[in-house]
């Protein structure tokens, strides 16, 4: 987190904002997880896993919504599906 969510300060890695003394722990918490949801979304779909990865994205859009996730989970909601071929 680069910036403070309630006065837009820069934050320089504290948990803590100089300006405006909000507690930011939680905020930085969920921006993490947010992160590695994607993180582990990415790697799904290196595995050609869509399935996992939107689901994972979805969880990442509800703890931490971002730009970029939210354009990822479009791209990988219109990825083409496999289907398995019947015997």
Do not use: F, K, Y
Request: hydrophobic share 40%.
């Amino acid at each position: 987190m680069e910036r403070c969510p309630v006065c837009r300060a820069a934050l320089n890695g504290a948990e803590t904002c100089r300006r405006c003394r909000a507690e930011l722990q939680s905020a930085i918490r969920a921006e993490r997880e947010g992160r590695m949801l994607v993180d582990a979304a990415l790697h799904r779909l290196s595995l050609d896993d869509t399935g996992t990865a939107e689901r994972l994205l979805r969880r990442a859009l509800t703890v931490h919504a971002t730009p970029e996730t939210r354009v990822l989970r479009r791209l990988v909601e219109a990825w083409p599906r496999r289907t398995v071929p019947s015997s």
